[in-house]
């Protein structure tokens, strides 16, 4: 199952990526934690909302990107390339959200504008939802043909993925059939709401990854 291309990493590499990952997840889990946090005290305004958006969608797409970068070395040995992709494309679209509310400060003033703005972010976050929901299907249908003969980190690293995957999922059906967002008020709820189930999925994606099995070698 492991391609090619992929790299021999000593145990050292791989404690090291874990590592790496582990913070990366337990930053974005802080970021989205003080997001909601921030929606539940201050209770912004639409234009402050906005402004207080701009900055987290580009705190969490950096650190997205991290975690993708993470994975593409391979530290979790049969992590697939679509995960990978997918998790940096999730990362950059939010930069760019971030970096064109800045840029066009004016762009939420217009209802249908912020309404199909943050469709597109929801819609590519159903995306990597569902690539971590089909590829954790995959990897439990190889481990039950191998008779659990898969090596153990694959299944376990990317049940994280896959509960950040339901959350996703859950959240914009919510919204979907709730109705898009209008006021102020509506887009705070849907954010504390959100942020506060992905600071969840995430600070448990890090605890997931912080203390790796031992690597085994072929």
Known sequence: MTRGR????SPFQIVAGHTALALVLAGRALVNALFALWLWNIKP???EFFAGGASYLMMDGVLGVLAAIILSFGVLGEAPVLLTAATGGDGALR???AV???TFPGLPDFPVTAVAFFAIIGGCAVCLAL???TIRIRVWRLRHR???STPLAMHEELDPVFLA???AVVLVGYAFFAGPPVT???YRLLGIRWASALAIAFAIAAFGVKAPAHPRRD
Request: no cysteine; proline share 0%.
């Open 6 to 9: 992929a790299r021999r990493l």
């Open 45 to 47: 305004s639409w234009s």
């Open 95 to 97: 930069i760019l959200a």
């Open 100 to 102: 064109a509310l800045w």
């Open 131 to 133: 690539v971590a929901v």
């Open 146 to 148: 191998a008779h659990e």
């Open 165 to 167: 995957g339901i959350v």
């Open 184 to 186: 102020a008020a509506d």
